[in-house]
Nanobody, 120 residues
Framework: QVQLVESGGGLVQPGGSLRLSCAAS????????MAWHRQAPGKQRELVAT???????VYATSVKGRFTISRDNAKNTVYLQMNSLKPEDTAVYYC??????????????WGQGTQVTVSS
């Protein structure tokens, strides 16, 4: 059974930091890209950052220079270090893991989400 377990969310003051983790287990196919998305109330889910199997990274403009995505392939874990947090970063954060099946078809697994609230 595939599980993506996220942790590290919570309440933080503006300017503060949080580190999110997402550990994947039960995946038998090769993991390629890993990513973080977020969804604020009343808004569509958006990509925050993604990291490829060769550690190439892409960030949303709104978080560039403040957030850092990284991965530990030995642990099938992806991280998101969030610094200089702003109230507009408040959202539920979801991790996503992409695999290629035995038929080379891409498939995405999603975590359950972790709440990040930035407020004084």
């Amino acid at each position: 059974q595939v599980q993506l377990v996220e942790s590290g969310g919570g309440l933080v003051q503006p300017g503060g930091s949080l580190r999110l983790s997402c550990a994947a287990s039960g995946i038998t196919f090769r993991i390629t890209a890993m990513a973080w998305h977020r969804q604020a109330p009343g808004k569509q889910r958006e990509l925050v950052a993604t990291i490829s199997s060769s550690d190439n990274t892409v960030y949303a403009t709104s978080v560039k220079g403040r957030f850092t995505i990284s991965r530990d392939n030995a642990k099938n874990t992806v991280y998101l270090q969030m610094n200089s947090l702003k109230p507009e970063d408040t959202a539920v954060y979801y991790c996503k893991v992409q695999v290629f099946t035995s038929l080379l078809i891409p498939y995405d697994y999603w975590g359950q989400g972790t709440q990040v609230t930035v407020s004084s």
